[in-house]
C-alpha cells in the first residue's frame, strides 16, 4: 500500500509464537535507538480473530462445494463404469459438467 507521500508500507501477518519470537530477537539487540525505532515501527499489534461469522460461512460453503464436486465425481465414475468407458480426468469432467482442474483433483484424491 503506497500514501500519498510516496510511503510504502508492508504488512505481515504473524501468529502468536512468531510474534512472539520477533520480540525475542528484538530484545536482544544491543542498540536501544534501533531497538526502540522497531518497536514504535510495530507498534500495537491487533489481534485477528480466526473465527467469526464470514469466516464460518465460508468454511461452511467451501465444505459444501467440495462434497457436491466429490459426489459429482462419484456419480460419474459410476456411469462411466456403467458404459464400460475409459475413467479419466478429462471423461469425469465431460459427464459431470465440472471443470477439468476439479475432476482431475478429486480423481487423484479418490485413486490414492
Known sequence: METKFGIKYYRYDLDKSEYKGLINLIDRLDDSVIKTMIIETLGKPKEILEK???HTATKNANRIKIETSLNAVNKAIELLKS??????????????????????????????
Open 83 to 112: 458404459q464400460d468407458k475409459k475413467i479419466t480426468a478429462y471423461s469425469i469432467s465431460k459427464v459431470s459438467k465440472l471443470s477439468f482442474n476439479t475432476a482431475k483433483k478429486y480423481l487423484d484424491q479418490i485413486s490414492k
Open 52 to 54: 467469526g461469522r464470514k
